[in-house]
């Protein structure tokens, strides 16, 4: 059997990303309207400042205003709140993310039902997490997104496919489910307590892996011809002493297996980001009672 297909995120998140871009400049030019994403960034943790630093460049480059807001990490919660009653009021903002984790002491989930849901670019709000279940119009989640897009730019069969999900976090695997399962999937998720993962895996034609273990999913969990999806992202220390990233997934064993499969990096990580735009451009119109833009449009993931 030959070698799977590799799914390249790169170039499908670039092509997303270049269409909400397109998509900007005309509302702008036609509405005189420039969506605005606003990230909130609490205390000083190093990865953290780069991803806010990477999202602010990828807005400048799709055409989006960015607006960043750092508060010290003694901050409180009152004043996380304060802020984002503030951004939730700012008629240029149109997205709201507040970057995790936050502080020790700081709920989470307190600061992000604070958001207002049409501003809620992340997708985490309960609101947005109920419309997601019940199959209402609403701002998905963009790791899990991501991962439909890449399904689809792969020709994977969604209707009648079964589908195992291979972790049950709020942020990718319940959300990657509720999509898989509105693609009308037939879907399993897997998790710790589960049992026999490998005989549960082999009967998938699309496996998902977000468990957050190194190289776990092996060659023999899975079916023939399947196609892979790893979301995970794992830096592991090499017999030289360097650090790597791995997935999820064991890359070489599966790819003799899979039908097609996501790299580790290049796969669903570049996803993220863009469909991070796609949303807060899906934001800036829905707000105003505009139209999806069509090349960014509810039709790009077929729910």
Same mark, same amino acid.
């Given at each position: 059997?030959?070698?799977?297909?590799? #799914?390249?995120?790169?170039?499908?998140?670039?092509?997303?990303? *270049?269409?909400?871009?397109?998509?900007?400049? *005309?509302?702008?030019?036609?509405?005189?309207?420039?969506?605005?994403?606003?990230?909130?960034?609490? @205390?000083?943790?190093?990865?953290?400042?780069?991803?806010?630093?990477?999202?602010?460049?990828?807005?400048?480059?799709?055409? =989006?205003?960015?607006?960043?807001?750092?508060?010290?990490? &003694?901050?409180? %919660?009152?004043?996380?709140?304060?802020?984002?009653?503030?951004?939730?009021?700012?008629?240029?903002?149109?997205?709201? =993310?507040?970057?995790? $984790?936050?502080?020790?002491? #700081? &709920?989470?989930?307190?600061?992000?039902?604070?958001?207002?849901? *049409?501003?809620?670019?992340?997708?985490?709000?309960?609101?947005?997490?109920?419309?997601?279940?019940?199959? &209402?119009?609403?701002?998905?989640?963009?790791?899990?997104?991501?991962?439909? =897009?890449?399904?689809?730019?792969?020709?994977?069969?969604?209707?009648?496919?079964? !589908?195992?999900?291979?972790?049950?976090?709020?942020?990718?695997?319940?959300?990657?489910?509720?999509? %898989?399962?509105?693609?009308? /999937?037939?879907?399993?998720?897997?998790?710790?307590?589960?049992?026999?993962?490998?005989?549960?895996?082999?009967?998938?034609?699309?496996?998902?892996?977000?468990?957050?273990?190194?190289?776990?999913?092996?060659?023999?969990?899975?079916? $023939?011809?399947?196609?892979?999806?790893?979301?995970? #992202?794992?830096?592991?220390? +090499?017999?030289?002493?360097?650090?790597?990233?791995? @997935?999820?997934?064991?890359?070489? !064993?599966?790819?003799?297996? !899979?039908?097609? #499969?996501?790299?580790?990096? +290049?796969?669903?990580?570049?996803?993220?980001?863009? /469909?991070?735009?796609?949303?807060?451009?899906?934001?800036?119109?829905?707000?105003? +009672?505009?139209?999806?833009?069509? !090349?960014?449009?509810?039709?790009?993931?077929?729910?």
């Amino acid at each position: 059997m030959a070698e799977a297909t590799i #799914i390249d995120g790169k170039a499908i998140a670039t092509g997303l990303r *270049e269409r909400v871009a397109t998509a900007a400049q *005309e509302l702008r030019e036609t509405r005189g309207i420039q969506a605005g994403l606003a990230a909130v960034l609490v @205390g000083d943790d190093p990865a953290s400042q780069v991803y806010v630093r990477s999202k602010a460049r990828a807005c400048a480059a799709a055409g =989006l205003a960015s607006f960043q807001h750092r508060l010290p990490a &003694d901050a409180g %919660l009152a004043a996380i709140l304060d802020l984002i009653a503030k951004l939730n009021a700012d008629e240029r903002v149109d997205g709201i =993310l507040v970057q995790l $984790p936050l502080p020790s002491g #700081i &709920d989470p989930r307190e600061v992000i039902a604070a958001i207002d849901p *049409e501003k809620d670019v992340d997708g985490f709000h309960p609101v947005n997490v109920g419309r997601l279940w019940s199959g &209402d119009p609403g701002l998905v989640p963009c790791t899990p997104q991501g991962v439909l =897009l890449l399904l689809q730019a792969a020709n994977t069969p969604l209707a009648g496919a079964e !589908a195992v999900v291979l972790g049950r976090s709020a942020i990718v695997g319940r959300p990657v489910a509720a999509l %898989l399962l509105a693609a009308d /999937c037939t879907v399993t998720i897997v998790h710790s307590k589960s049992r026999d993962l490998a005989g549960i895996c082999r009967r998938a034609d699309i496996v998902v892996a977000a468990i957050g273990r190194p190289t776990m999913v092996k060659g023999d969990w899975l079916k $023939p011809g399947a196609t892979v999806i790893d979301v995970g #992202i794992n830096r592991i220390t +090499g017999p030289q002493g360097g650090v790597r990233l791995v @997935g999820d997934v064991d890359f070489a !064993a599966a790819r003799r297996v !899979a039908g097609a #499969i996501t790299p580790v990096p +290049g796969g669903v990580g570049p996803m993220t980001i863009a /469909c991070l735009l796609r949303n807060t451009l899906l934001a800036a119109c829905r707000r105003r +009672g505009l139209p999806d833009p069509a !090349a960014v449009s509810a039709d790009v993931i077929k729910v």
